[in-house]
Structures are given as structure tokens and as C-alpha cells.
């Protein structure tokens, strides 16, 4: 028997590709805030699973390091960019849901099929440079501020695991009803799930001080705006043809009160506001040497409680230029 911590994180899973959502309302609000000041909230987001594809081939296991990515950005006031170190760095609360059965190119899921094709959940770190994403993302989303590195935790909880936290999904008032394609009684009655999480920083301060790590935030998954088997339903229902080991992450995990941001975007409001930490440090964005962990778990009373185990990744300086 091998003890925990001798024990060597692998991949759950070989990711053939990967499908980031965007189902938190209130992150999708509160960061287009910061992007998009007089139109937050664009007017699809309550209609339709947001989404962008993103790079499988720099997905790690937990435990990883993530060099701090050089990229374009533009000053305010400049009229061209320059290439440096992010100075933004960030990390973003999800989980990574991994597709079981897939189905043929052309044939939809319906959502009375959805939760069959899912196998289970791992937490997962989209880590993303602000300063980098500010610059690239219109026309065409997210690119080089988030392929440089996200990390998945090493073990999958699944399915049949998370039956005791199911809870309803519903909307707010006033907010439209999935259409029919995205709609299902079972959906409505349970296709919600009661997941705690939380975000946890280390700096390297601390870690030569031999502090614990502190918590930065905590939510809830029962939140999001849309469910797995919604976000299963959509991707495949123009024929896309999914297969074992995709990965649907959910987005960023925030929630609706102060300090349940899900990135340091949010919890310090675009970096006006620093974040205080033990030993007088502060932070806005990541620096070099804090290491970042994500952490989850399920408890209700009458079922054990299940844990996700940590996604972990530690920060390192930016490569030399090329």
C-alpha cells in the first residue's frame, strides 16, 4: 500500500478534446463588468450554453507547475502592443466533467440520454492571464490567455457517486425557460448538484514560513446557470460527435454573494482592490511561486461525505523570450 502523499498524480484520463462553458451567471456578469462595462451580460447567455474549444495538449494533472505565459498586451494610452510576462495572471474555480460514451458524428443527445454519456467529475483550473485575454478576445474568445495550461485533479468522482446531492434545477423569475431541446422533467427535478467548493493560495513566503494555505473563496455548483446534461445536450446537438475522455468544463464557479468570486478577477475587483494575506503580502493577480489549489466536496445528512481531492499548480517565471 502506497500512502497519499508518496502516491503520484496521473491524468484520470487521455483528454482527446476539450470544451470550456460558461455556465455561472454571476461570473459571466461580473467579469463583463470589467470587459464590457455597458453590456455585462450578453443578451444569449440566458438562452444558449456558452462555450469555446480549448486546448487539450496543455492539460495537467494536479500537481504540475504552470509557467507564467509571455504574450501581447496593450497599455491604455499605447497605440500598439508590446510581448512581456502576463502581469495578470489569474486562475478560474471549475469542474471538468469527462464524457463516457460518445456518440456518432451526426447523430444529437438528447437530454433523456445526456447523464448515460457523462462518467464523472474532476475539479479543474482553467488558469487564464487577463491582461493577455483583455487584448485578444474580440472577435473570436479566449486564445493564447488560456492554452498555456490547465490543471485537472487526478481522480474522477462519478456519477453514480453524486446521485445523493442531486437538487432541483430552476430559474429565476422573470428569466427564460430552456427551450424544448434543453428541457426535460428529470432535468428540472434534479439536474442541479450540490458541490461545495472552495479556492485555497499558498505564496512562497508562506510556504518557507511553513504556513498552511489560505482560503481565498468558496460557492456552490447548485448555482450555475446550466446544468451537465444541458451542456452535454447542446455541444452534440448539431451532430457533434463526442467521445470517451472529452472533457466539458463548467467555467468559472461563482457565486452570488461578496467574496464568491471564483477568480481574482472578480475578488479583486479587475486589481483595484488587493487581496490581504497573512504576513502583511498582497496580492491582485497570481505571483511567481504561490502556489494555487482548488478543493470540493459533497455532504448531506444520511450520505457520506465525498471528496474531490486538491488541483493544485504551483506558479513559475515566465520563459526567456524567444
Known amino acids: 500500500m502506497t500512502s497519499l502523499d508518496q502516491a503520484v498524480p496521473l491524468m484520470p484520463a487521455r483528454i482527446g478534446d476539450y470544451t470550456d462553458f460558461y455556465t455561472s451567471v454571476f461570473h459571466a456578469t461580473n467579469v463583463g463588468k470589467f470587459f464590457r462595462p455597458d453590456n455585462p451580460l450578453m443578451p444569449n447567455y440566458k438562452w444558449v450554453p456558452i462555450g ?12 504540475t507547475p504552470i509557467r507564467r505565459p509571455r504574450g501581447q498586451t496593450l497599455a491604455p494610452g499605447a497605440t500598439a502592443p508590446t510581448v512581456a510576462p502576463s502581469q495578470r495572471l489569474d486562475y478560474e474555480l471549475e469542474l471538468g466533467a469527462l464524457v463516457g460514451p460518445g456518440n456518432a458524428l451526426g447523430e444529437p443527445v438528447a437530454m433523456a440520454e445526456a447523464e448515460d454519456r457523462l462518467f464523472g467529475l474532476a475539479l479543474l483550473n482553467d488558469w487564464s492571464a487577463r491582461d493577455l485575454q483583455a487584448w485578444e478576445y474580440q472577435p473570436l474568445g479566449p486564445f493564447l490567455a488560456k492554452n498555456f495550461g490547465s490543471t485537472l485533479s487526478p481522480w474522477v468522482v462519478t456519477m453514480e457517486a453524486l446521485a445523493p446531492f442531486r437538487a432541483p434545477f430552476t430559474r429565476p423569475d422573470g428569466d427564460p425557460q430552456p427551450l424544448p431541446y434543453l428541457d426535460s422533467a428529470t432535468n428540472r427535478a434534479a439536474g442541479a448538484l450540490d458541490i461545495q467548493l472552495s479556492v485555497w493560495l499558498q505564496t512562497a513566503a508562506m510556504r518557507a514560513r511553513g504556513d498552511a494555505p489560505v482560503p481565498l473563496s468558496q460557492s456552490n455548483f447548485k448555482d450555475a446557470y446550466w446544468t451537465l446534461a444541458q451542456l452535454l445536450t447542446h455541444h452534440a446537438s448539431n ?14 464557479q461563482s457565486g452570488p ?43 448531506r445528512p444520511g450520505a457520506a461525505r465525498i471528496g474531490f481531492g486538491d488541483c493544485a499548480g504551483t506558479v513559475l517565471p515566465a520563459p526567456a523570450a524567444a
Open 52 to 63: 469555446y474549444h480549448g486546448r487539450a495538449s496543455s492539460i495537467v494533472v494536479s500537481g
Open 239 to 252: 451532430g457533434c460527435n463526442l467521445q470517451p475522455g472529452d472533457l466539458l468544463g463548467t467555467g468559472t
Open 257 to 299: 454573494e461578496a467574496g464568491q468570486g471564483g477568480s481574482l478577477l472578480e475578488l479583486s475587483a479587475g486589481g483595484k482592490q488587493p487581496i490581504s494575506l497573512p504576513g502583511g503580502e498582497q496580492r491582485t493577480f497570481l505571483a511567481d511561486g504561490d502556489t494555487l489549489i482548488l478543493r470540493a466536496h459533497c455532504q
